[in-house]
């Protein structure tokens, strides 16, 4: 069964300020894919990146971006020039690319913004 | 956008009560998801449906069952609610066919059981 690792419960950071966001997964596939999920106070869950394991390139999406290390199943999210708006909690999730989409979700980091 | 929309933002139940949390989104998405929300837990996954009237067991179905009817409405039930099934819940859907689609969640039902 594969497993999610979200080590930091909470972080907190100045606007402006560069925040990197770790995760670590187990798991014996070799395809498979991974997201950030974005969870701001009372609203819904929003998908912030995702990656596919084969793709050796690390995502990027406008201020976010990721470092994946295939062999040390690490999945880290980095937040450049961070705004109060990026206070959530974030969720680094795991998908098997077979069979069900089911989505293997870790504990979860809150992160604060602060002014 | 897509849309997923669950009936209640909060509900008090009592023990031993039947309850329904219903899901409904309105992107004609195969697949629909109920998960669990728990401090240091993340989201756990309790079941999930890729069809009509499919259905499978997540990572915990005990005291769930589910209902999909109709492809855009997917229900959870707790046939006798216990306080330890406090939580939050959240429902979600995606397309079908392709593993990297991206989940789209509904706001969440925050359920006391007392």
């Known amino acids: 069964a594969q497993t999610v690792t979200q080590s930091q419960p909470e972080m907190s950071v100045q606007e402006a300020e560069t925040v990197t966001l770790s995760c670590t997964y187990d798991?014996?596939?070799?395809?498979?894919?991974l997201f950030w999920y974005k969870q701001p106070p009372s609203r819904q869950m929003i998908l912030v990146i995702r990656?596919?394991?084969?793709?050796?390139q690390n995502a990027t999406e406008n201020r976010f971006s990721v470092n994946f290390q295939k062999a040390a199943k690490s999945f880290s999210l980095k937040i450049s020039d961070s705004q109060l708006g990026d206070t959530a909690m974030y969720f680094c999730?795991?998908?098997?690319?077979?069979?069900?989409?089911?989505?293997?979700f870790g504990q979860g980091t809150r992160l604060t913004i602060n002014p | 956008d897509v849309k997923v929309t669950q009936s209640s933002r909060y509900l008090v139940k009592r023990t031993g009560e039947k309850v329904f949390l219903e899901c409904v989104q309105d992107?004609?998405?195969?697949?629909m998801f109920w998960y669990r929300q728990d401090p240091g837990l993340g989201l756990r996954l309790i079941y999930f449906?890729?069809?009509?009237?499919?259905?499978e067991k997540g990572d915990i179905p005990e005291g769930y069952s589910v209902s999909r009817e109709k492809k855009e409405r997917f229900s959870l039930i707790l046939e006798s609610a216990s306080t330890n099934q406090t939580s939050m819940y959240l429902c979600?859907?995606?397309?079908?066919?392709?593993?990297?689609?991206?989940?789209?969640f509904g706001p969440g039902t925050r359920l006391t059981v007392l």
């Open positions: 992107m004609d998405h195969e697949n």
């Open positions: 798991t014996s596939e070799n395809n498979y894919y």
């Open positions: 979600a859907s995606s397309p079908g066919l392709t593993s990297y689609n991206e989940q789209f």
């Open positions: 990656q596919e394991a084969y793709k050796q």
């Open positions: 999730a795991f998908m098997t690319d077979w069979g069900a989409q089911k989505l293997v």
């Open positions: 449906s890729y069809d009509v009237k499919m259905k």
